[in-house]
């Protein structure tokens, strides 16, 4: 039997908490309101713990306006 090596780079408790969340979306389970608020929190606190090792992103901004300027 042929096996794929894991080459993600993700660490494997972040990937098997995702691997359940995808599972519970996919079988339509509804997500508590708790939930979205940890969520939220944590999304923020990466949000801010990436602007201080990487500064502020603008990648969007200047992606929109490229798109903007080649049509």
Do not use: F, H
Not at 48 to 61: M, T
Request: with cysteine.
């Amino acid at each position: 039997m042929n096996t794929v090596d894991n080459t993600t780079g993700m660490d494997p408790t972040v990937k098997a908490k995702l691997q359940e969340a995808c599972d519970r979306v996919a079988r339509g389970e509804k997500i508590s309101q708790e939930e979205r608020k940890a969520a939220a929190a944590r999304i923020d606190k990466m949000r801010e713990e990436n602007a201080k090792i990487l500064g502020i992103q603008e990648v969007a901004v200047d992606l929109v306006g490229q798109s903007r300027d080649s049509r």
